[in-house]
């Protein structure tokens, strides 16, 4: 149940759509809208919006490759859609489609869509800028097709077609997001942040923050957003520091980068938002 965005995602959030929902619920905030400053896979922003629990979500992220993805499967579905039906699962193709991000200004944003699409599902972890799933000479136990089943992933671009309308996409840093954007969005609208991790941030993605970064966009959200929002991070003493004054939550979360370990995380809340009461967010995975 919370695999409907198309992308992996290093760290994605869809595991946690369900303490969300309770958010929702018990903030009055069903049936309005969803907000992620950082979009990235959209994991619970897909969810939610499929499943009817927001009429509507704004997605955000500076990733210029991320964000042509979004616009492309929704402004040319079927185009993208055939795209995934034909083009050959191949380490050349795969050079050809490293080209293209390496290169992007020379490529149209659809390109840039599908080409972040194919690393996404190729590489390991998702990440768009490491190597390919069973290497370059295809030796490891697993080949660089291993996450790419087109019939499933057709799929689940074929179902967002029909909330496109539901959809609005952009391409902003989050604190210029915050500053420009967040003001004009209906006051009924649940925000959540996803900043890149304090710790792993540098090696799982290319805007990845340094700590001055992390001190303005906690300062920003603490200051200036006047919608309920929730924030998530990896828990480490530097970023609880910064939401010291915030209502806040732990839990452990499994990741799978590289290699698989157990990490914790902490999420943070705006004073206004009423917030469940749960063993922890991922708790709610086994119900």
Excluded at 77 to 91: A, G, H, L, R, V
Excluded at 222 to 236: E, G, I, N, R
Aim: overall charge positive; some cysteine.
């Amino acid at each position: 149940m919370y695999f409907k965005t198309p992308l992996r995602y290093p760290g994605g959030k869809g595991k946690l759509t369900d303490f969300v929902k309770l958010i929702l619920a018990q903030n009055n905030l069903i049936g309005g809208e969803y907000i992620e400053p950082y979009a990235g896979g959209a994991g619970i922003a897909i969810n939610l919006l499929l499943d009817g629990y927001v009429r509507h979500v704004h997605l955000n992220d500076l990733n210029r490759s991320v964000y042509s993805f979004w616009r492309a499967i929704f402004e040319s579905t079927e185009q993208f859609c055939n795209k995934i039906s034909n083009t050959p699962i191949t380490m050349h193709e795969w050079c050809l489609q490293k080209e293209i991000q390496l290169n992007p200004s020379k490529h149209s944003l659809f390109d840039l869509g599908f080409s972040t699409f194919f690393l996404n599902r190729t590489n390991r972890s998702g990440i768009i800028r490491a190597g390919v799933i069973g290497g370059k000479k295809q030796d490891g136990a697993w080949r660089l097709d291993a996450r790419f089943n087109r019939g499933e992933l057709v799929e689940r671009i074929q179902a967002l077609k029909a909330f496109r309308k539901q959809v609005s996409l952009y391409n902003f840093d989050a604190a210029a997001f915050v500053q420009q954007v967040l003001p004009t969005l209906p006051c009924d609208a649940l925000v959540y942040f996803d900043p890149p991790y304090f710790v792993k941030g540098h090696g799982l993605y290319e805007n990845h923050y340094s700590l001055a970064d992390h001190e303005k966009i906690a300062e920003l959200v603490q200051a200036k957003v006047k919608h309920p929002w929730l924030v998530s991070y990896d828990h480490v003493a530097e970023i609880c520091s910064l939401y010291a004054k915030c209502g806040s939550l732990t839990y452990s979360v499994s990741y799978s980068a590289q290699a698989r370990y157990r990490g914790a995380e902490a999420m943070f809340f705006s004073r206004s938002l009423c917030i469940p009461v749960v063993d922890s967010p991922t708790s709610l995975m086994a119900a």
